[in-house]
T-cell receptor, first 112, second 118 residues
């Protein structure tokens, strides 16, 4: 069975303290891995899609990387506005409708 | 960028009544939309996949007679919670996949609907 596991569950950072979030998955033949940011009471906001091992993408203070078994979301010199829950999701090739399976998320709090 | 409008953002209804939630893609066509449910401090649980012009595909354990989905056009899908009960109270979120890109640029989510059944 396909599984997506995110760690840690929660992360508290000081402003400027870089860290990484992990998303490990067990999917045969990954079609795509997605990272989203979700603020309380809002829908997820798209950050990145990664398709193949070795791929990296960056956006401001965020950088996502992908290996054959996991993905990392690196937050460099975070600011309080980076506080949010970060979700990763995978898409398996067996699903013709393109369903995404989400991990439980990592709640990040950045304090000034 | 792609925008998905979801309405209402909050709704309170009495037990036994029905509630309709709309999900509309504003600047792109979406032959496929997805409906999720999210409990506090938990991740998104896929309820069903909505396909324009055909019946929705429901995930295991989701009652299709309770959660009616209609995807009548390329830009609109609706979720109706029928005969709502307090246990249906939750945060409902839709997402849409751009028909042109196939979701390669990411699936766009609505802002969610907080349903409270009293």
């Amino acid at each position: 069975e396909d599984q997506v596991t995110q760690s840690p569950e929660a992360l508290r950072l000081q402003e400027g303290e870089s860290s990484s979030l992990n998303c490990s998955y067990t999917v045969s033949g990954l079609r795509g891995l997605f990272w989203y940011r979700q603020d309380p009471g809002k829908g997820p906001e798209f950050l990145f899609t990664l398709y193949s091992a070795g791929e990296e993408k960056e956006k401001e203070r965020l950088k996502a990387t992908l290996t054959k078994k996991e993905s990392f979301l690196h937050i460099t010199a975070p600011k309080p506005e980076d506080s949010a829950t970060y979700l990763c999701a995978v898409q398996a090739p067996t699903d013709s409708w393109g369903k995404l399976q989400f991990g439980a998320g990592t709640q990040v709090v950045v304090t000034p | 960028g792609a925008v998905v409008s979801q309405h209402p953002s909050r709704v309170i209804c009495k037990s036994g009544t029905s509630v309709k939630i709309e999900c509309r893609s504003l600047d792109f066509q979406a032959t496929t939309m997805f409906w999720y449910r999210q409990f506090p401090k938990q991740s998104l649980m896929l309820m069903a996949t909505s396909n324009e012009g055909s019946k929705a595909t429901y995930e295991q354990g989701v009652e299709k007679d309770k959660f009616l989905i209609n995807h009548a056009s390329l830009t609109l899908s609706t979720l109706t919670v029928t005969s709502a009960h307090p246990e249906d109270s939750s945060f409902y979120i839709c997402s849409a996949r751009d028909s042109l890109t196939g979701g390669r640029d990411g699936y766009t989510f609505g802002s969610g609907t907080r349903l409270t059944v009293v």
